[in-house]
């Protein structure tokens, strides 16, 4: 025996149970779907070839960006599919799934060179707001 034995705690009953299959399934579908319509109206919004005709060199440059933006697009529908299947708010579940769908669709904005500067404020914006929510969905 301890001298100093702290005070036994009862285990603290799980206050959200696991999502069911049904809602995961949704919730990912959703998240696919939403990020793929997203991406599809993007491409369909612009024409990259006068722009790439007026300036080769930084369409080039900027299709580089938009291929690394497309990575962190990839990364952040894996990980929110992934954390879609654990317990959480269905508040949390909105604002991840379409932050994701921004992502995508200024993605695909920049791809096709249109309208740049909205699509790199939407893209920076929809991504500090799924870190935000991810930081606050920890607590």
Do not use: N
């Not at 995961?24 to 696919?32: D, G, I």
């Not at 790439?52 to 369409?59: F, G, T, V």
């Amino acid at each position: 025996m301890l001298l100093f034995e702290a005070p036994h705690e009862p285990p603290r009953p799980a206050t959200t149970a696991k999502p069911g299959v049904a809602l995961v399934t949704r919730r990912r579908l959703a998240l696919f779907a939403g990020c793929a319509a997203a991406a599809l109206v993007g491409l369909a919004l612009g024409d990259p070839a006068p722009r790439m005709a007026a300036d080769p060199e930084i369409a080039v440059l900027l299709r580089g960006m938009a291929t690394i933006k497309a990575a962190l697009v990839l990364a952040a529908i894996a990980l929110i599919a992934w954390r879609l299947g654990r317990p959480e708010s269905s508040r949390f579940a909105t604002v991840y799934i379409v932050g994701a769908a921004v992502m995508a669709g200024t993605t695909a904005l920049i791809w096709q060179l249109t309208a740049l500067p909205a699509a790199a404020v939407a893209f920076h914006a929809a991504e500090i707001t799924l870190l935000v929510a991810a930081w606050r969905d920890l607590g």
